[in-house]
């Protein structure tokens, strides 16, 4: 069964304090691994996709990387705007040419000022 | 930018009430998903379609069914809510497939809450 795991469940930061999240992962054919943001209230914001081990992919603070089993999502510098849920998701076949995602739980992020 | 619509951000029905979810998207994608979000568990994959009138089972279809008439709109129904189905739904489109790792692009939600 595909499963997909994040660490950690929640995460406290100060303003400025670098960390990363992790996003381990168990499934059979990766054809792509997605990272997410989400505010409370709202829709998951897309914001990485990575297809093969050792790429990385960045957007202002935020990092991506990809091994063969397992994503960080590294945060540089955090700001307080930075705090949200933060989603991994993997992209699987579903049977014939059809693919689906299959989410991890998430990791509450919370930057304080 | 792709835009997912949600017919309704909060929703009250009573139990036993057959319960539509409307969504629509305006980017000609050819594959929609629903999705239900529950603290501890996470996004549940219900139904998804990767085309009009046809529709796939995802993880956890019990006690839900979808209609997919047209291209741009999909819609999730209850068919007699129950108290457990009480969560926040999620809409999604991507004109992904084998080939093309498109993401998915999701609306706002629907919270419901069945009584």
């Known amino acids: 069964e595909d499963q997909v795991t994040q660490s950690p469940e929640a995460l406290r930061l100060q303003e400025g304090e670098s960390s990363s999240l992790n996003c381990s992962y168990t499934v059979s054919g990766l054809r792509g691994l997605f990272w997410y943001r989400q505010d409370p209230g709202k829709g998951p914001e897309f914001l990485f996709t990575?297809?093969?081990a050792g790429e990385e992919k960045e957007k202002e603070r935020l990092k991506a990387t990809l091994t063969k089993k397992e994503s960080f999502l590294h945060i540089t510098a955090p700001k307080p705007e930075d705090s949200a849920t933060y989603l991994c998701?993997?992209?699987?076949?579903?049977?014939?040419?059809?693919?689906?995602?299959?989410f991890g739980k998430g990791t509450l992020l919370t930057v304080n000022p | 930018d792709v835009k997912v619509t949600q017919s309704s951000r909060y929703l009250v029905k009573r139990t036993g009430e057959k319960v539509f979810l409307e969504c629509v998207q305006d980017?000609?994608?050819?594959?929609m998903f629903w999705y239900r979000q529950d603290p501890g568990l996470g996004l549940r994959l219900i139904y998804f379609s990767y085309d009009v009138k046809m529709k796939e089972k995802g993880d956890i279809p019990e006690g839900y069914s979808v209609s997919r008439e047209k291209k741009e709109r999909f819609s999730l129904i209850l068919e007699s809510a129950s108290t457990n189905q009480t969560s926040m739904y999620l809409c999604?489109?991507?004109?992904?497939?084998?080939?093309?790792?498109?993401?998915?692009?999701f609306g706002d939600g629907t919270r419901l809450s069945i009584l």
């Open positions: 999604a489109s991507t004109n992904g497939d084998r080939f093309n790792y498109q993401p998915q692009h």
């Open positions: 998701a993997v992209r699987v076949n579903s049977g014939g040419s059809n693919y689906k995602l299959t």
């Open positions: 990575l297809y093969s």
């Open positions: 980017m000609d994608h050819e594959n």
